[in-house]
C-alpha cells in the first residue's frame, strides 16, 4: 500500500465503529494529516449525527493550524443542506493542502457535486483511493441510491452433504452450524435493518428474530406467509414489530401487521420495504423463501454457513450458480460468501 492507501484503510477501519448505528446513512472514517502524523480522526457515529469530517476536524488540537493538513475521507464530502451544514463547505473554509477521498457519494444529491465544489475553491483533491473497498464498505447504501431498492442478504446454515432442514416428520434437533458463530449471524441481523423468513420457520422452529449475542439493535422483523397460514401466537409476535405479508389482508394488530401484497411476490415486498425507509434485509429461509429470492434474481449477497457434520436425510439447501467471494474457517464451519452474478 502506498502512504495514501495506508491512511484510506484507517479511514475505513474507523467508519466501522458506526456499523451498528448509523443506518441507513453510511459509514463514513476522516482523517486530518501533517507532516506523515495523524492529527485526528473523526467517524458518522450516529444517525443524523455530525459527519466524520466535522468530528476529526474538532479533535485538532488548538496548536495545529488545520491548513498545513491532508484531508482523508472514506466517501465524497457532502455538498448539501441535510441534517447537518455541507461538509464541502467546512472543507473550503478551512482550505487544507489536499482532500483525499476514497470513492464518489452516489446519492445524486451529491454526486461529484462535494468534489466539484472543492476543486472550485482551488483545493487539491484527489478521488478514487481504495475505491472499491470504499464503496464494498457502504454496499447498503449504494444499492439503495443507485436502485431504490433495499440491498438483500441470503443466509442459512447446511450440512456438509447439503441439507439445510430435517424432514418435516423428523423429531432430531435442526441445529446446524456451530454454536461458537452465534455472534455472528446475530451481528448480521444487527447491521441489516429487517429480517425475513417464511411462515413454515416460524411455525416450525419458534424464532424470536433478534439480536443477542452482538452489539446492536433488533432488525424489523417480516414474515411471508402469502396463505396466512402462520402462527401469530409464537414468540416472536409477543415483542417488537413483526409486518407479515400475505395475499389477502391490511390489518393492524398490538405488536404486527398483515400487509397485503396483489399480485404476491418479492419485488412487490422489497418495493413495499423500501418505502417504509428499509434499506437492507437479512433474509434467514427457510428453504422456499430462499429460492423465491433466487428465482426472482433479487437478492445480493448470499451468505452460506456449511457444517462439518453430515445427516442421514433432510431437505436439501438451494444450489447458488455463483462464485465464491470469499471463504473463511469459522470453529467447525466454513462460511462462504457469495456475490449475484
Ligand atoms: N438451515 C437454515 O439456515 C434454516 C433457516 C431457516 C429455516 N430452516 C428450516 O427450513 C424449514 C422451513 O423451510 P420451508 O421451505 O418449509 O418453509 P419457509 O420457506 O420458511 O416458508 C414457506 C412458506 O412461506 C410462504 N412463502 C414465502 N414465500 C413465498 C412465495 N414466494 N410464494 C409462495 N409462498 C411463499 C408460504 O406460506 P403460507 O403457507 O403461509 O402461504 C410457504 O408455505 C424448517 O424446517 C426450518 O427449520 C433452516
Ligand atoms: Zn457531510
Redesign the pocket.
Known amino acids: 500500500m502506498n502512504t495514501d492507501e495506508i491512511y484510506m484503510d484507517r479511514c475505513i477501519e474507523i467508519a466501522q465503529k458506526g456499523k451498528f448505528h448509523v443506518a441507513p446513512n453510511p459509514m463514513v472514517g476522516c482523517l486530518f494529516v501533517s507532516n506523515d502524523v495523524i492529527i485526528s480522526e473523526g467517524y458518522h457515529q450516529k444517525y443524523g449525527g455530525s459527519h466524520a469530517e466535522v468530528n476529526a476536524y474538532q479533535s485538532i488540537p488548538s496548536d495545529i493550524d488545520p491548513k498545513t493538513c491532508d484531508v482523508y475521507v472514506s466517501l465524497e464530502p457532502c455538498s448539501y443542506h441535510g441534517k447537518t451544514p455541507p461538509c464541502s463547505d467546512l472543507l473550503i473554509k478551512i482550505k487544507p493542502n489536499r482532500v483525499v477521498i476514497g470513492c464518489l457519494d452516489p446519492n445524486p444529491k451529491v454526486s461529484g457535486a462535494g468534489i466539484k465544489a472543492l476543486e472550485d475553491a482551488g483545493i487539491h483533491v484527489i478521488v478514487g483511493v481504495l475505491e472499491e473497498r470504499c464503496e464494498q464498505l457502504n454496499k447498503y447504501f449504494f444499492k439503495v441510491q443507485k436502485f431504490n431498492l433495499p440491498f438483500v442478504t441470503l443466509k ?3 450440512t456438509k452433504n447439503k441439507f ?3 424432514k418435516s416428520s423428523s423429531k432430531e434437533s ?1 441445529k ?1 452450524s456451530d454454536s461458537r458463530n452465534d455472534s455472528y449471524v446475530h451481528e448480521l441481523r444487527a447491521i441489516h435493518q429487517a429480517i425475513l ?5 416460524v411455525n ?2 419458534d424464532p424470536l428474530l433478534n439480536v443477542r449475542y452482538s452489539e446492536g439493535n433488533d432488525p424489523l422483523k417480516v414474515v ?7 402462527d401469530c401466537k409464537k414468540q416472536l409476535f409477543s415483542v417488537g414489530r413483526t409486518l407479515i405479508y400475505n395475499k389477502t389482508s391490511n390489518e393492524l394488530f398490538d405488536n404486527y401487521q398483515l400487509i397485503k401484497i396483489d399480485p ?1 411476490n ?1 419485488e412487490g415486498i422489497l418495493s413495499d420495504l423500501f418505502e417504509r425507509g428499509i434499506h437492507s434485509i437479512l433474509v ?6 430462499i429460492q ?1 429470492f433466487l428465482d426472482s434474481d433479487l437478492w445480493d449477497e448470499a451468505i452460506v454457513i456449511e457444517s462439518n457434520n453430515s445427516w442421514d436425510d433432510g ?1 436439501i439447501a438451494p444450489l447458488l450458480n455463483s462464485s465464491p467471494v470469499s471463504l473463511k474457517q469459522a470453529y467447525n464451519d466454513n462460511i462462504t460468501i457469495y456475490n449475484k452474478k
Not at 423468513?197 to 420457520?201: A, E, K, Y
Open positions: 442459512w446454515a447446511q439445510m432442514a430435517r435442526s446446524i423468513v417464511g411462515s413454515n420457520t416450525t422452529d411471508l406467509s402469502p396463505n396466512l397460514s402462520v404476491f418479492i434467514e429461509g427457510g428453504i422456499q423463501v423465491s431437505q
